[in-house]
């Protein structure tokens, strides 16, 4: 079997990624299974949260176990700031690690749209920093696969050594079956696609209430970059 752990903070492609893997016939695809875990520990509020708790284990061990499955191909979507440092990292060793990014005015921007006042926190760059840093892996920049979906996914394949699929550029319009319940509030814009969008355009306007993040985060985003996969 083959595990793929994806790791990217919100409002990055991630839910895209996650279809496009999906549509393969050889992956199953499993949505943020930290999700419940992170917000039982934490005490959070986030939108649906009671639907979210009572959809996936609560305990990060029991969440983990649960993905050790035999299966094929198996690709996971996971948020960076839901690996909390109390949680199990022993399991990082056995699969292959990649890493989404994209640039942090983009993800401030998309995130307060859907979440008003975002912490540093909830963006997960330093954690996906500290992670990549432990770990290693694959890294891969949103930017890129929107503006080449077929070069980029082929690059991302061939590094996670598995063999690219055509099946991966496109996917039927809608909810998917391995959403995770939380799909009716992030996930209308990708409900109604049926691929990638294209090429991004010129950078956001960032608020002066979210300019320290952008300054914290950029930097982080800008050492990530070195390491990306690169378009020909």
Request: aromatic share 10%; hydrophobic share 40%.
């Amino acid at each position: 079997m083959t595990r793929i752990a994806m790791w990217s903070g919100p409002r990055n492609l991630s839910t895209a990624m996650m279809y496009a893997f999906g549509n393969r016939s050889d992956c199953i695809a499993v949505d943020e299974p930290l999700y419940a875990a992170y917000l039982a520990q934490t005490g959070l509020v986030h939108p649906m949260q009671d639907a979210i708790l009572a959809s996936q284990p609560t305990n990060a061990q029991d969440a983990l176990m649960a993905l050790n499955q035999p299966q094929t191909l198996q690709y996971e979507k996971h948020m960076t700031h839901h690996m909390l440092p109390t949680f199990s990292r022993d399991w990082l060793g056995d699969v292959k690690n990649a890493f989404l990014i994209r640039h942090p005015a983009r993800v401030i921007a998309s995130y307060q749209a859907k979440r008003e006042s975002p912490t540093f926190d909830d963006l997960g760059f330093a954690q996906q920093l500290q992670l990549f840093e432990t770990f290693g892996g694959v890294v891969i920049d949103s930017a890129d696969i929107r503006a080449d979906p077929r070069q980029m996914l082929g690059k991302l394949c061939d590094a996670l050594g598995i063999l690219f699929d055509e099946a991966m550029l496109s996917w039927p319009r809608g909810p998917k079956d391995f959403d995770g319940v939380w799909a009716d509030h992030w996930y209308g814009a990708v409900h109604n696609s049926t691929g990638f969008s294209g090429a991004e355009g010129s950078l956001p306007e960032v608020t002066k209430e979210n300019a320290p993040l952008l300054e914290r985060a950029l930097p982080i985003y800008e050492t990530l970059s070195k390491h990306c996969l690169k378009p020909d």
